[in-house]
C-alpha cells in the first residue's frame, strides 16, 4: 500500500503545492491535503501556538493538527532557507519543522526537507535523495521525481503569470476550467506574501471582494522577474527576504512605471519583515504621491465589516480620481 | 566631522574611547530616556521592534546635538536588523536632517574585513593609532564586562538596598574615562572590593536564574526595565548569557561558539534561525543541564526569532523540568505588571526547592 504524505494547506503551499505533490506521487506516495481554513483549524492553531506568534504560522499548526488528527503516515513541514541565491525567507520558516515538534505531540513522523538555495543549486540534490530514499531506493528514479516536479512548477508559475491567483492556478492544475481575472476595470497591486492573501478564510476573501468590486487584482507572483529587478534597482541596498524583496521592488517598480491605479498592501499583525517593507514602501508612495496607497493588516480578530469598508472606501477614491464619480 | 552611534548598554563607552583614541569627534548620543523612546516611536513603523525604536530615538536626540555622521551596522539577515539603518536614514530625510550614514555590513562577519571597511571612512587615520585605540577600547570592555558579571552575583547578597547599584554606577564612569590600561586594572580591583563589602549577606535558599534572549534587550538595561536590578534585589543571583565582549570575540573567531550551540540546541532547534534564536535555545538547555533554578528569556515584541524560540524552549522546560519565564518588551512599558511576575516567578523558584529539601 502506498503511503499518506500530508500537505498542510498554509503558508508556502499556495507557493509550491503542485511541485511538491508531483515530487511525492512521482515517488509513488499517496498526498493528501489538510482541510480548508476553518474556525477550528484557526483555533486549534492558536492554542497551540505562542500567542506572539503571527497568524499564518498559527494557521499552519492548525493545519499540521487538520492532518494529524486525518491520520496520514507522514506530513511534510519543509524547512524553506532560501529559494534564491544570497536570500533568505523569514525567520519562521527557517525553524519551522522544529517549531512544529515542539508544539504538537503525537505527531506522526514529519519529512523536514532543507530547501536552500543560498549557495546555489548543489545542496537540493542530495537533499532530494535524502528525502526520496524515505519511499523508494531507486535514485535515478528519484532524480526523475524531481525532474518533473521543477517542471510542474514552471507550469505552475506560467499560468500565474497569465494573470490567475495562485489559488485559481493550483485548481486548474488539478483540472478545473478557469476564466482569468475577470473584467475589472480599476488596476490594483495587492503586494503581500501569497500566504495572506490567498486563503480566502484569512483574508476574508479579499481578492474576490477586490474583483467584485470592479478591480483587476495584480498579486506579487503575477508580476513579471525583469519588473522587479527593475524596481530593485531604486534600492539602497539589496534585500535579503526574497518575499520582502518582490513586494518592496513590485512596490518600487509601479511608482515608477505608474501602470497601476492603486496599491494595496497586507501584511499579518506582527509580521517582521512587512514592518520594515511597509515603511519604506509608504514613505516612497507619500513623497511621490500620484498613486493611492493604503495598508492592511490581518489578525484573528480582523472583522468583515471594517475591511469591506475600508476597501469600498479605497475603491471610490479611485474611481473618483478617475472621474467615474463625483464629489 | 561630529560622528554618532546608537546605544547599547556598554557600546557608548567603548565606541567613545575608540574615536577619541583617533581623533574624531564624537557626539555621545544622550542617555537612553523615555523622552527618547517616544521619539523613535513616534516616527518608527507601528510593528518594529523595540530596538529600532530606541536607536532612532537616539539618532534624533544625537543630531540635535550636532551630531552629522551617523554610524550603524548592517547585516546579511534573516533577522531584520540588517535593514534597519535603510529604514531610519530614509525616516529622517523624511523629517528633514541633513547628514551622512554609515552602514557597516560585515562582510562575512569578520573582524578584519569590518576593520578595513572602517578605516576607508577616515582617509586621515593612521592605522597604528586606531590599532592602538580599538585595542584600549577592547580591553575596556572586557574589564566593563567582567566589572558587570561579578555585580550579577554579588548585589543579590547586598546589605543596604541600591547601594551595590550606586557604587557601579560610579566605577563605571571611572572606566570609562580612564585614559589607560594600568589605571583600568587598579580602578577594576578597588571597585570590585567596594562591592564586595556591601554583599555579605547570606540566605538559606539561593536562586540563580540565567537570562537568555535578544541581544539588545540584554545588553541595554532601559530596554528591559533593568530587569537584572529588580531580580537581584529579590536576592536572586543573575547570569548573563549575552555580553558585548562575549558577542565580539565570537563574531571575530566565529567557529567554536557556534559549534557548542549546536551541540546543545540539537534535539529541539537544528540550524541557526537568524537574530539570536539559535544561541537562546542552546542556552537555556546549557543553563537547564547546569542546574540553574529558572530560566528568563528576554525580547523585544514581534521579534521573529525569539518567537520561534520562545515556542521550542517551552518544550525544553518540560523535558528538562525546570521553570521558563518569557517576557517581551515594547514601548507600553509598565514597571508593576513585570514586577508583579519576577515575584510571582521567584516564589515559584523557591517552592520547588522547598519541595525537594523535604524529600531528604
Known amino acids: ?327 | 566631522m561630529k560622528i554618532t552611534y546608537p546605544h547599547m548598554g556598554s557600546l557608548n563607552m567603548i565606541l567613545k574611547t575608540m574615536f577619541e583614541g583617533i581623533n574624531v569627534e564624537v557626539v555621545e548620543p544622550p542617555p537612553v530616556t523615555n523622552k527618547t523612546l517616544s521619539i523613535g516611536v513616534k516616527y518608527s513603523p507601528e510593528f518594529v521592534c523595540l530596538p529600532y525604536k530606541i536607536n532612532l530615538g537616539n539618532f534624533i536626540e544625537a543630531l540635535e546635538n550636532g551630531a552629522d555622521t551617523i554610524i550603524m551596522l548592517g547585516g546579511i539577515g534573516p533577522c531584520r536588523f540588517g535593514y534597519y539603518g535603510q529604514a531610519q536614514k530614509e525616516t529622517l530625510i523624511d523629517l528633514g536632517y541633513k547628514f551622512n550614514m554609515i552602514i557597516l555590513d560585515p562582510p562575512h562577519g569578520r573582524l578584519v574585513d569590518f576593520l578595513k571597511e572602517l578605516s576607508s571612512y577616515f582617509p586621515d587615520v593612521y592605522w597604528k593609532d586606531a590599532l592602538k585605540a580599538f585595542i584600549f577600547a577592547v580591553q575596556k570592555m572586557i574589564i566593563a564586562d567582567k566589572f558587570e558579571k561579578k555585580l550579577l552575583i554579588l548585589r543579590a547578597h547586598e546589605n543596604r538596598a541600591g547601594v551595590t547599584t550606586k557604587i557601579f554606577e560610579y566605577y563605571m564612569e571611572k572606566i570609562k574615562n580612564a585614559k589607560n590600561k594600568k589605571e583600568l586594572d587598579s580602578i577594576y580591583k578597588e571597585g570590585l572590593e567596594k562591592l564586595r563589602q556591601n554583599a555579605t549577606t547570606k540566605r538559606e535558599i539561593q536562586l540563580k536564574v540565567a537570562l537568555v534572549g535578544e541581544i539588545y534587550l540584554m545588553l541595554e538595561p532601559f530596554s528591559n526595565l533593568d530587569i537584572c536590578r529588580s531580580l537581584n534585589e529579590l536576592g536572586i543571583e543573575v547570569t548573563k548569557t549575552d555580553f558585548l565582549s562575549d558577542y565580539l570575540i565570537n563574531s571575530a573567531f566565529k567557529l567554536p561558539q557556534r559549534v557548542e550551540f549546536k551541540k546543545y540546541a540539537h534535539g529541539y532547534l537544528e540550524r541557526d534561525i537568524g537574530g539570536h534564536g539559535l544561541n537562546t535555545v542552546a542556552n537555556t538547555v546549557k543553563y537547564a543541564e547546569k542546574n540553574y533554578d529558572g530560566i528568563i528569556q528576554i525580547f523585544p515584541f514581534t521579534c521573529t526569532p525569539e518567537i520561534v524560540a520562545q515556542g521550542i524552549i517551552a518544550k525544553v522546560s518540560s523535558d528538562k523540568n525546570i521553570p521558563v519565564m518569557s517576557l517581551s518588551y515594547d514601548e507600553k512599558t509598565g514597571e508593576a505588571g513585570y514586577q508583579t511576575r519576577l515575584e510571582a516567578f521567584k516564589d515559584l523558584l523557591e517552592r520547588r526547592r522547598l519541595k525537594n529539601i523535604k524529600k531528604y
Open chain 1, 1 to 327: 500500500m502506498s503511503k499518506k504524505v500530508g500537505i498542510p494547506k498554509g503558508l508556502l503551499y499556495y507557493n509550491f503545492y503542485p511541485m511538491w505533490k508531483a515530487f511525492f506521487e512521482e515517488l509513488g506516495a499517496e498526498v493528501v491535503t489538510s482541510s480548508d481554513t476553518c474556525k477550528k483549524i484557526i483555533d486549534d492553531g492558536v492554542k497551540t501556538c505562542v500567542d506572539e506568534t503571527c497568524l499564518p504560522v498559527k494557521t499552519f499548526v492548525g493545519h499540521v493538527i487538520d492532518l494529524k488528527e486525518k491520520g496520514v503516515d507522514y506530513i511534510f513541514v519543509p524547512r524553506v532557507i532560501s529559494v534564491e541565491r544570497h536570500r533568505y525567507l523569514c525567520s519562521k520558516f527557517l525553524g519551522l519543522p522544529d517549531l512544529v515538534r515542539n508544539l504538537v505531540s503525537d505527531l506522526p513522523p514529519i519529512i523536514d526537507m532543507k530547501i536552500d538555495f543560498y549557495r546555489g543549486d548543489d545542496f537540493m540534490k542530495r537533499e532530494i535523495l535524502r528525502v526520496g530514499k524515505l519511499f523508494i531506493n531507486d535514485v535515478s528514479k528519484i532524480k526523475d521525481a524531481y525532474e518533473k516536479s521543477l517542471k510542474m512548477q514552471r507550469t505552475f508559475e506560467c499560468i500565474v503569470r497569465e494573470g490567475f491567483s495562485n489559488t485559481e492556478a493550483i485548481k486548474i492544475m488539478e483540472g478545473e476550467k478557469l476564466d482569468a481575472n475577470s473584467k475589472g476595470d480599476l488596476k490594483i497591486a495587492l503586494l503581500a506574501h501569497s500566504y495572506d492573501i490567498m486563503d480566502d478564510y484569512l483574508s476574508m476573501g479579499l481578492v474576490n471582494r477586490l474583483k467584485n468590486m470592479g478591480a483587476y487584482v495584480l498579486t506579487t507572483n503575477m508580476i513579471e522577474r525583469d519588473k522587479i529587478e527593475k524596481g530593485a534597482g531604486k534600492l539602497q541596498k539589496d534585500l535579503f527576504w526574497n518575499y520582502g524583496r518582490d513586494i518592496l521592488c513590485s512596490g518600487k517598480y509601479f511608482i515608477q512605471s505608474k501602470e497601476v491605479d492603486g496599491v494595496i498592501s497586507v501584511s499579518a499583525f506582527g509580521c517582521g519583515p512587512d514592518s520594515i517593507t511597509d515603511d519604506l514602501l509608504e514613505r516612497d508612495y507619500k513623497r511621490d504621491g500620484s498613486i493611492p496607497y493604503m495598508s492592511i493588516t490581518i489578525d484573528e480578530h480582523t472583522g468583515e465589516a471594517g475591511l469591506n469598508t475600508r476597501l469600498e472606501a479605497f475603491m471610490d477614491l479611485l474611481r473618483w480620481r478617475k472621474g467615474e464619480i463625483m464629489a
